[in-house]
């Protein structure tokens, strides 16, 4: 039989949960010097999680909590195997973004800060043209999710491969040109030197007069001061936000306040959504690990995700 994998849990104190995920998929949890994997619990703190692998000398493996990790992108090397919560909080992201569609067109933000009673306001997502920007797990679980509004998807990735569900797939380089007919616009990408500030006053001006931009991934993919600038002008319909830049917004910020912003609290998935599915995946990670099996969610250093 072989020997459970030593696992270490960082920062310290942090999410007893996770010691319980570590157990389930067979680990031990060790202190740091003796262990070969360490599972991280914090969000970002790159200065402490660099000071973890150099106290880790026998680390091979490190799985890190979120989807993203441009948090930690500087941290990321060829030495260590990385994973992330890639793909694990796919569903309830994706339904946030739609979400935000929904109530984007249908009027929400109108219809929420009235004090009385408005006139009809409102457009059908139901055969609309979209694009959704980004092909991981997040847009594949929205593809799903938008199959039975018969909307025209153009999915935008970083090379024009096939992605099952979308009508169309372009590359990168391509974007202005799918944002000019689209109606509703998802970002759900990593943040990349290569994606931060894709959307500004530029990219506004591809998009429709009445199109709404849904961001579900990271604030720094959007120019905050230039989309300001272009909602207040009416360049584009509207924008639903989970995630913003800054994070969270100055009290008194202008898209507060804008009848056509919707902005939830980076709540795309709550700490009730996260627990069972990032169990999940350390377990499931903990016993490939033991096991010498390919690990779920990895993360190549180089491209940063």
């Known amino acids: 039989m072989a020997p459970s994998p030593r696992i270490h849990l960082a920062p310290a104190g942090r999410r007893a949960w996770l010691a319980d995920a570590i157990r389930a998929g067979g680990g031990e949890i060790v202190d740091l010097p003796e262990?070969?994997?360490?599972?991280?619990?914090?969000?970002?703190?790159?200065?402490?999680?660099?000071a973890a692998l150099a106290a880790g000398p026998q680390l091979?493996?490190?799985?890190?909590?979120?989807?993203?990790?441009?948090?930690?992108?500087?941290?990321?090397?060829?030495?260590?195997?990385?994973?992330?919560?890639?793909?694990?909080y796919a569903e309830p992201v994706a339904e946030m973004a739609l979400t935000l569609a929904l109530a984007g067109l249908r009027g929400f933000g109108t219809y929420a800060r009235a004090t009385s009673w408005s006139g009809p306001e409102g457009a059908n997502l139901l055969g609309a043209e979209v694009c959704v920007v980004g092909a991981g797990g997040i847009a594949r679980s929205l593809?799903?999710?938008?199959?039975?509004?018969?909307?025209?998807?153009?999915?935008?990735?970083r090379h024009a491969e096939p992605v099952e569900g979308a009508d169309r797939v372009v590359?990168?380089?391509?974007?202005?040109?799918?944002?000019?007919?689209?109606?509703v616009v998802f970002l759900a990408v990593a943040l990349t030197p290569e994606t931060t500030g894709l959307f500004d006053a530029r990219?506004?001006?591809?998009?429709?007069?009445?199109?709404?931009l849904v961001n579900v991934a990271r604030g720094g993919h959007v120019?905050?001061?230039?989309?300001?600038?272009?909602?207040?002008?009416?360049?584009?319909?509207?924008?639903?936000?989970?995630?913003?830049?800054p994070e969270p917004l100055p009290e008194g910020h202008p898209l507060s306040s804008m009848p056509n912003v919707l902005i939830t609290p980076h709540v795309g998935?709550?700490?009730?959504?996260?627990?069972?599915?990032?169990?999940?995946?350390v377990t499931e990670n903990v016993r490939?690990?033991?096991?010498?099996?390919?690990?779920?969610?990895?993360?190549?250093?180089?491209?940063?995700?």
């Open 35 to 50: 262990a070969e994997g360490l599972v991280w619990a914090s969000a970002g703190d790159p200065e402490a999680l660099t």
């Open 60 to 88: 091979r493996w490190i799985q890190l909590p979120w989807a993203g990790v441009d948090k930690v992108a500087g941290v990321l090397d060829d030495a260590h195997t990385w994973t992330s919560g890639k793909g694990v």
């Open 143 to 157: 593809l799903r999710l938008l199959a039975p509004f018969g909307c025209r998807v153009t999915v935008v990735r």
């Open 171 to 183: 590359a990168l380089d391509d974007l202005d040109d799918a944002l000019v007919s689209a109606r």
């Open 203 to 212: 990219r506004f001006g591809h998009m429709r007069t009445d199109a709404w």
């Open 223 to 245: 120019v905050t001061d230039d989309l300001v600038a272009a909602l207040s002008a009416g360049a584009i319909g509207g924008a639903g936000l989970d995630v913003t830049d």
């Open 269 to 281: 998935n709550t700490p009730e959504m996260a627990v069972p599915l990032l169990s999940r995946r």
């Open 288 to 305: 490939r690990f033991g096991a010498g099996e390919p690990l779920v969610g990895l993360v190549d250093p180089t491209a940063g995700y």
